[in-house]
């Protein structure tokens, strides 16, 4: 699904704390860059660069309406998102069975301490 670099480059989409507000804004309804700019106190130019940042990584789509452009949540993207840092973050998701004849990291600890106490 997502390997490391693309959750490496999702998570820096995220990194920024305007464009997590803006992720909490566009929740569910569609905005222009101005309506943003006003609610986030930041210039429309500055809404504009995190944006294009957004759309590049597929989290937000775009729509004109009349003069205006309304931005809002890819839904699709969101889901992919939320289920690879679930397993990311999840402890028992991911973990490769141990292959037949090897050792787990605390088994072979365990045994190099009891071999060094012998000798």
């Known amino acids: 699904m997502y390997d490391s670099k693309n959750i490496a480059r999702l998570l820096k989409v995220l ?10 804004l566009l ?3 569609a905005l222009c860059v101005n309506a943003l700019a006003a609610r986030l106190n930041i210039t429309p130019g500055a809404v504009s660069q995190h944006l ?3 759309r590049d990584a597929g989290l937000v789509t775009d729509e004109k309406r009349g003069y205006y452009v309304h931005y809002r949540l890819n839904e699709k993207t969101l889901a992919v998102w939320q289920e ?3 397993k990311l973050l999840n402890p028992k998701s991911g973990l490769s069975p141990t292959k037949k004849g090897t050792k787990k990291c605390a088994v072979v600890m365990k045994n190099r301490a ?4 012998k000798t």
């Open 27 to 29: 929740k569910g309804r």
């Open 15 to 24: 990194s920024v704390e305007t464009r997590v507000e803006m992720l909490r």
């Open 114 to 117: 009891a071999k060094n106490q």
């Open 52 to 54: 294009r940042i957004m």
């Open 84 to 86: 690879a840092i679930e």
